[in-house]
Structure formats: C-alpha cells, structure tokens
C-alpha cells in the first residue's frame, strides 16, 4: 500500500475542502493518507484520526496581515512541519509529498525527501507573486523572490496539479514545467455537502429579499467593494428591501464591520463570522442571489473561485465582476459587472432581483453544470491519474483528457 503525506499552511484540516476531498479520495483508491497542518478554530487538537485520515497539526504564532508578519509566519510554519514530518515518516512512512501552496515554501521540505527516494508532488492553489501583489500593491525585490520560488517549487515536483487552466499554463510556461506532468484538477464542490434546503425567512431581518456571500474577509476579497455597492443599492437606487449575509472570518473582518458602520449599510448587512455549515447553507438556501466581489486584478482573473462553484451547487444565480476564470466556471450561472464598477455590481443585483423567471434559469444553469462537470467526482479521476503518472516512468500514456485541456494565453476564454 502506497503513502501519501500531505501538507497544508493556510487552512486546518478537515476544514480546507478541496484538501480533505483529495485527502478522502487518495484513503479511497487504497492510499494510506496522512495529513501535516495548522490548527484553527474547531480544529484544535493536535493529533487525531477522522475517517481513516491521521491529522498532525501544529500552532501558528500569529495569523499575518504585513510582508514581515507573513515571512514569520511562513518560517514557523516551514519550521514545524518539517519535524511533524519525521514524525510521519518514522511512525507511518510516506512514499509522496504532496505539498499545498501558499506559501511556495513547501519545496524545501518535499525536496528534502526526494534526497531520501520520495515523490513530491506539488498542489498549486494560489499564485503566490500575483497574491502578494493584490495584497501590497507592488512588484518589488520580495515580488521576484516569489516568483523565483514558484519556479524552485515547479522544478522540484515529479508532478503539479493546477485547479484551472490558467493555473496549468503558469506552471507550463513560468515553471518550465513539462505539460504531460501537469494536470487540472478543479475544486468541485461535494453535492452531498451541499444540499438544497427550504430557505428560513428569518435570516432576512425583515426584509423582502436576501443576497448571500460566503468566503474570508481579507485584504484582497474585495468585501469593501460589495459594501459600497450595497452603498448605491439603498440610498442611490433606494432598495431597502434587501438584506445582506456574509459568512466568513479573517483577518479584514472588524474592518469591514466598522467599514459597513460608516458607509451607513450596517442594517442592512449581517456579517455571521465562520459558521458551522448548517447555519451556512440555511443563508444561502436562503438568498435568492449570491455574489462574488472579488475585484480585477490577475490574481483574480486567473483563479477559480470555490465560492461560486458552491453557490452553483445551490443553484443560485450569481452577481460577480467580469473575471476570466470566473466567467469560465459560471458562464450563464451569472451577471457580470463592469471590472471596479461598484454601482454596475449593485444594478446587477436589482435586476436579477427583480426578475425571479431569469433568477430560476440561471440557478438551473449553475446546478447542471456542477452535476454534469465540475462536481468533485468528475475531478476525483483527474486526481488519481497524475498520483498514477508519478509512478511512471513518464505521463505520456495518460489522456490528455485527464491531463487538462489544450493549453491557451491567460487572456484568452477557455
């Protein structure tokens, strides 16, 4: 039986969805599966077993906001999971690394233990140069020392999986990667997690109608965007008739609180923190519209965000700026604002709202698209094969189907 160590910096497992799902279908097609992360909220212990999964988590010394708090949170992390690893490999064995990103640390770790005749496997979640841009606005010396870790990182897998084509295409042409070792696993949502509901009027606040977001309230998640949309929405075009749940934790979070308090919105949003998720899915089962406020920028445009992917699972119809990655996984599932556009963002919400014939064909839309393509057992395939080409002697026989599709610019629709 073959093992799978696996390791995680930014979220807790089982927490991390699109981690857990892969943890789950790895233990599944005969695996052994252990997992290296940190601790979070709910996900305090620091050693456990849930479905056959052996968990090692670690403390962070603090959740970073700054270049210099993200450096010291990175080494501790750096730091910590290479002993949980020993640990792992003394105890359980593992014969893959399969490495998460951010940070793009990770390498110098599963690197290591190639040393030692293990595989590394690298799992690319964010763009980590685009990232730190979107978060301070410059493209600076730790800039090109991100991007030169992103190419350390590429060149030390056996194998990387992308979450999207554009992702695919980084590690093709920035990773110096060879194609036939990269394959698109996309972050499906579970439709047995989430479930369709009778929605709870009680989560309106009295009000008619409901708009729903669900995600971390950070920097660059553009929740400052939404809240000056909401701005327009009630004392531009004067609908009080709608009310505003947001769903999630981070580190913007009380200032987004004392951001929607001064734009004079507070009744008008409810912001319910990270919640179990019963309480999540009864607010979006409840919305009649979700969004996604993620703002223009080419970290945005090139990634896949899970959020609309699970307000498509709901069959929900969708307000988000007009993103590449976006536009490519929702399709008619959504309208599409104007890029920085925070008055066109809030017309679009009025006029779906408005419109509750196009609401259901849009949700319909959105639903059959996760059922018949993107639902996590249509990637779970993809998984297993690049686990599979890491076996052999090169990719070549694996379906370019299984692989990804045909490689394209990051400008260009897929």
């Not at 730790?142 to 590429?154: H, K, M, P, Q, V």
């Not at 599409?336 to 066109?344: G, L, Q, V």
Request: hydrophobic residues 45%; charged residues 25%; glycine residues 8%.
């Amino acid at each position: 039986m073959r093992r799978v160590l696996i390791l995680v910096e930014n979220l807790p497992s089982p927490f991390d969805r699109r981690v857990w799902q892969e943890a789950c279908t790895l233990r599944g097609a005969g695996y052994e599966v252990s997992i290296v992360c940190p601790t979070g909220v709910g996900c305090e212990r620091r050693f456990e077993i849930i479905d056959g999964v052996h968990i090692y988590r670690y403390p962070l010394p603090l959740e970073a906001a700054t270049a210099a708090g993200y450096v010291v949170e990175y080494l501790s992390a750096l730091t910590q999971a290479f002993f949980l690893s020993w640990r792992v490999l003394l105890t359980r064995g593992f014969d893959v690394v399969h490495a998460c990103n951010p940070p793009d640390l990770l390498f110098l770790i599963g690197g290591f233990f190639k040393l030692l005749g293990k595989k590394f496997l690298f799992d690319h979640h964010d763009l980590c140069p685009e990232l730190y841009q979107a978060k301070f606005g410059r493209r600076d010396l730790f800039y090109r020392l991100l991007l030169w870790l992103e190419r350390a990182t590429f060149r030390a897998a056996d194998v990387s999986i992308a979450t999207n084509d554009s992702y695919r295409q980084i590690a093709i042409a920035r990773g110096g990667m060879d194609p036939q070792r990269v394959f698109v696993v996309r972050s499906g949502p579970s439709l047995a997690r989430m479930q369709q509901l009778p929605p709870q009027e009680r989560l309106k606040c009295g009000r008619r109608y409901l708009v729903g977001y669900v995600g971390v309230i950070g920097q660059q998640e553009g929740i400052d965007s939404l809240l000056r949309s909401v701005h327009h929405l009630v004392f531009e075009l004067g609908r009080r008739d709608i009310h505003f749940g947001i769903v999630g934790a981070g580190p913007s979070l009380e200032r987004m609180r004392a951001l929607a308090v001064h734009l004079g919105v507070a009744p008008f949003v409810t912001f319910t923190g990270r919640v179990p998720d019963r309480e999540l899915l009864a607010l979006l089962n409840t919305a009649e519209v979700c969004v996604n406020p993620d703002p223009a920028n080419d970290m945005n445009d090139k990634s896949t965000m899970n959020k609309v992917l699970e307000y498509m699972a709901l069959g929900k119809p969708i307000v988000q700026f007009d993103l590449t990655e976006g536009r490519w996984a929702a399709q008619e599932a959504a309208l599409y604002a104007r890029r920085h556009d925070t008055a066109d963002f809030a017309a679009k919400i009025v006029e779906l709202i408005d419109d509750p014939d196009r609401r259901a064909a849009m949700g319909a839309f959105g639903r059959h698209r996760v059922e018949t393509q993107l639902e996590w057992s249509h990637q779970a395939p993809r998984l297993i094969a690049a686990y599979d080409a890491l076996w052999q002697r090169g990719a070549g026989s694996v379906p370019a189907a299984v692989r990804g599709t045909r490689i394209r610019s990051p400008g260009s629709s897929q």
